[in-house]
């Protein structure tokens, strides 16, 4: 063996390298195969588009998420303002029957002025009878209109008996007297008409 060669033999012995044992650096054991390194380097540059990949749907979700928000908050504001406008509504929405009741109110004062100075008590009661009937017509524009009742079959979807009497085979069952006159707006009842059944 030349000199060369013993050089180069100790070279390797000290970098850990035997031939055909595998590569520098095993510190005695059998390193990974060159093809292993290979597909493991494959594997991560593999990887790396993929994590781009991610990138793109997690923008797009993003995107999805503020609009979700967006749309969540229009919803709460179009609640609250629909509530302030029922609110408002509801509030208002007595105030053209008060209007029209106020005439039926001014009325009545003249009225209660001229009974204290006019000694004509069939004139007072022209007047009654007209402030009523002005009343009743205002509730008739409004949609309230009085429970027919007397002489009816009793209906207690309309009707609260608050007696029997006994009136014959022909009245039984039928409303004999009315105690309280009901009304009604539509078909919603605001007042049950009290009424004395027969039997």
């Known amino acids: ?16 390298f035997v031939e055909g044992e595998g590569y520098p650096n095993c510190e005695g054991e059998p390193c990974a ?11 991560t540059v593999a990887e790396e588009p993929a994590d781009e990949k991610e990138e793109a749907p997690k923008a797009e979700e993003i995107d999805w998420r503020d609009k979700y928000l967006r749309l969540q908050a229009e919803f709460d504001n179009f609640r609250k303002r629909t509530l302030r406008e029922k ?17 039926v109110l001014d009325d009545m004062e003249r009225a209660i002025a001229a009974s204290e100075k006019s000694e004509d008590i069939s004139a007072l009661r022209e007047g009654e ?9 205002i509730m008739r524009q409004k949609g309230v209109v009085e429970i027919e009742a007397l002489d009816t079959e009793f209906n207690p979807d309309l009707h609260e008996a608050v007696a029997r ?6 009245k039984s069952g039928k ?8 009304y009604k707006q539509g078909e919603q009842v605001l007042r049950y008409t009290k009424v004395v059944v027969g039997e």
Do not use: C, H
Not at 165 to 170: C, I, K, P, S, T
Not at 175 to 182: A, E, L, N, P, Y
């Open 33 to 43: 195969n060159m093809a292993e390194e290979a597909e493991v380097t494959a594997d």
């Open 165 to 170: 009497f006994a009136a014959g085979e022909e």
């Open 87 to 103: 609110m408002a509504l509801i509030e208002s929405g007595g105030s053209d029957v008060w209007k029209a009741v106020l005439p």
């Open 1 to 16: 063996m030349t000199k060369k060669q013993a050089e180069n033999q100790v070279v390797e012995e000290k970098e850990g």
């Open 129 to 137: 009878k007209l402030i009523y009937n002005k009343f009743v017509d």
């Open 175 to 182: 409303v004999i007297d009315v105690v309280q006159r009901g």
